[in-house]
C-alpha cells in the first residue's frame, strides 16, 4: 500500500490529498514501521516538499515529517519554519518540530516570539499569528519573566468594590467608615471609591472583586474594544501600581458574550510587546461587561494584588459557603451580635460562618455541629489556621444535647429536596428551643421564607426581629429572630 502512495508523490500525483492520505494511516498504530520497510522510502521525498510552490503541499508535508521520527527532520523542518511566509503554513512546522529535540534552535524560537509579540499586524492575519505565538509560547517555555509586584499609587486611584445588588448598601456603609476611602459612590456593581490605600482598604472582607475601571468605565462597541484598552488609561495604570514597569505583562481577557481569545491578540498585537496575552497563567485580567446599549465596560482585576482575607480556608466540601457570603451575613446582622455570647451553629459545614463570626463580635464559646465527618475536620483545621478555639462535634443536631443553652444560633440553612425540606425546618424549630436561651437569637441564612415563616406562626416562642435581603435573584435572605419562652 504505501509503495502506491510513495509512487505517487514521487510522480508528482495529486500531492496535497496523496499526503493528507498518508497523514492519516500514519496515525494508526504500527504503520510507522511498515512504511519505512517500503523500497521507495526516502525521507528526502518529504523534506524536499517542503519548497513547493503549493503551502497547502508544505504543510501538509510538515504534518506527515512530524509523525516520521526521523532526527534528520528537526533541521529540515526549523529552516522551513524560519524561512516560511505564508502565516498558516508557520504553526504546522512548529506543531512537528515539538516532536523532536529542538533545543539547539529554542534562542532562534524564543526570538521570533518577542519578535511576534512586539509586531503589530492585520485584523486578517490576527487568528494565524495568535496560532503560532501559542505554540512557540509552549516550546520556549518563556524563560526570564520576571512578574510585577504590586503597590499603592503615589496619587489616589479609582476602585470598584464589587457586591450583589441587594448588598450594596452594606458594602457602601462599611466603606464609608473606612479612613482609607476619599470619596465613595454607589454604582450598579458595588461601591466606586477614590483612594490611595488599595491595600488596606482592600482588607475590607465583604466584598468579592477589586476592580479597576479603564477609561472612566465609558462604554465601547465590540469591534473598538482592543484599541480602547491600548489607547486608553490601561498601561498607565498598569505603571501606577507595579513595580518593573518595562516587563511585559501576561494578561487574559474575560467575557461571557464575545469571543476572548480574538480580542486578547489583538490587545497584544497593538501593544507592541507591552502584553502578553496569556489565559492560563496571568497576572492582569480584562474584564468585559455588557451593557444595556450591547456596549461594554472594560474593567481590570490585578491578580497581583494579592487577596488574604480568607487564608484560614484551606478546606472546604461542595455545600461550604463561601466565605464572602459568611462575611457579608455577619455584617448585615451586626446590631443583633452580642459580645461574648455563647454560640452554636447546627450546620456548621468548614466552619465559616463560625469564624467571621468570631472575627467581627468575638464570642465566648462557640460550638459547631455537622453530621458529615468530612467537614467537621476540615473545620477543626481552618479553625486552627485562624487561630481561633471552637468546638467542633460531628453529630446529627437534632441527636445532640448540652448542659447548658445558647444565646444566639447562627447557621447557613441546608438545602434539601423539596421533599425533605419541610420535615427540616419543623424538627429545626423544635429542637432549637432546647438550646437557646431566654431572649436569645437565632439568625438564618435561607431560601425557604415561606417555611420560616410558617413555623413562626406554628410557634409562638419565636418572633420575626429583621430581614434582611441577601440576594433577590436566589431568593436568599437572612432572618433574625428572637425567642421568650414566657409566650
Do not use: W
Not at 468579592?208 to 491600548?230: C, G, Y
Not at 502578553?276 to 490585578?302: A, H, Q, T
Amino acid at each position: 500500500m504505501y509503495n502506491t502512495i510513495l509512487d505517487k508523490i514521487i510522480k508528482k500525483e495529486n500531492i496535497r490529498g496523496t499526503l493528507a492520505e498518508l497523514r492519516e494511516c500514519l496515525k494508526s498504530p504500527g504503520e510507522l514501521k511498515s512504511i519505512k520497510s517500503e523500497r521507495l522510502y526516502d525521507i528526502s521525498l518529504f523534506t524536499d516538499l517542503l519548497q513547493d510552490n503549493d503551502p497547502k503541499v508544505r504543510k501538509n508535508a510538515a504534518v506527515v515529517l512530524g509523525l516520521l521520527e526521523e532526527k534528520e527532520c528537526a533541521e529540515a523542518l526549523f529552516l522551513a519554519y524560519m524561512d516560511e511566509k505564508t502565516l498558516f503554513v508557520r504553526s504546522a512546522y512548529l506543531k512537528a518540530l515539538k516532536n523532536y529535540d529542538y533545543s539547539s534552535y529554542e534562542k532562534e524560537l524564543n526570538e521570533r516570539r518577542l519578535e511576534i509579540e512586539r509586531s503589530d499586524y492585520d485584523e486578517a492575519d490576527i487568528k494565524h499569528i495568535a496560532d503560532e505565538l501559542k505554540i512557540l509560547k509552549s516550546m520556549c517555555a518563556q524563560k526570564g519573566f520576571a512578574g510585577h509586584s504590586f503597590h499603592d499609587p503615589e496619587k489616589p486611584v479609582k476602585i470598584i468594590l464589587t457586591t450583589g445588588r441587594d448588598t450594596i448598601d452594606v458594602l457602601y456603609d462599611t466603606v464609608v467608615a473606612n479612613p482609607n476611602a476619599i470619596k465613595a459612590d454607589k454604582i450598579f456593581c458595588g461601591v466606586q471609591v477614590m483612594t490611595e490605600k488599595i491595600k488596606n482598604l482592600s482588607k475590607i472582607r465583604i466584598y468579592k472583586d477589586v476592580l479597576f475601571p479603564v477609561n472612566n468605565m465609558k462604554t465601547v462597541n465590540k469591534q473598538e474594544i482592543p484599541e480602547a484598552v491600548i489607547k486608553g488609561d490601561f498601561l498607565q495604570l498598569l505603571a501606577k501600581l507595579h513595580n518593573n514597569e518595562k516587563e511585559p505583562y501576561r494578561f487574559r481577557v474575560t467575557s461571557n458574550t464575545l469571543d476572548t481569545q480574538k480580542i486578547g491578540s489583538r490587545i497584544q498585537a497593538l501593544s507592541h510587546g507591552h502584553l502578553i496575552n496569556e489565559p492560563s497563567d496571568y497576572e492582569v485580567e480584562i474584564k468585559l461587561v455588557r451593557g444595556k446599549d450591547d456596549k461594554y465596560g472594560i474593567f481590570v482585576k490585578l491578580h497581583t494584588l494579592k487577596d488574604k482575607r480568607f487564608k484560614y480556608r484551606s478546606e472546604y466540601v461542595a455545600a461550604s459557603m463561601n466565605p464572602v457570603n459568611a462575611s457579608m451575613m455577619i455584617a448585615m446582622v451586626r446590631d443583633y451580635l452580642k459580645p461574648e455570647a455563647q454560640i452554636l451553629d447546627p450546620f456548621c459545614g468548614v466552619g465559616t460562618l463560625l469564624i467571621e463570626r468570631n472575627l467581627l463580635v468575638p464570642a465566648r464559646e462557640i460550638y459547631g455541629i455537622d453530621i458529615y465527618g468530612q467537614a467537621v475536620d476540615g473545620a477543626r483545621n481552618n479553625t486552627q489556621y485562624a487561630g481561633m478555639k471552637i468546638n467542633y462535634i460531628n453529630r446529627d443536631y437534632f441527636d445532640f444535647e448540652h448542659s447548658y443553652k445558647f444565646d444566639e444560633i447562627i447557621t447557613d440553612m441546608p438545602d434539601l429536596k423539596a421533599e425533605e425540606t419541610e420535615n427540616l425546618y419543623r424538627k429545626f424549630f423544635e429542637k432549637s428551643r432546647k438550646h437557646l436561651s431566654e431572649n436569645g437569637i437565632m439568625i438564618l441564612y435561607s431560601r425557604e421564607k415561606n417555611l420560616i415563616k410558617k413555623y413562626l406562626r406554628l410557634n409562638q416562642e419565636y418572633k420575626l426581629l429583621r430581614e434582611f435581603v441577601f440576594n433577590s435573584k436566589d431568593d436568599r435572605s437572612v432572618f433574625v429572630i428572637s425567642y421568650t419562652s414566657s409566650k
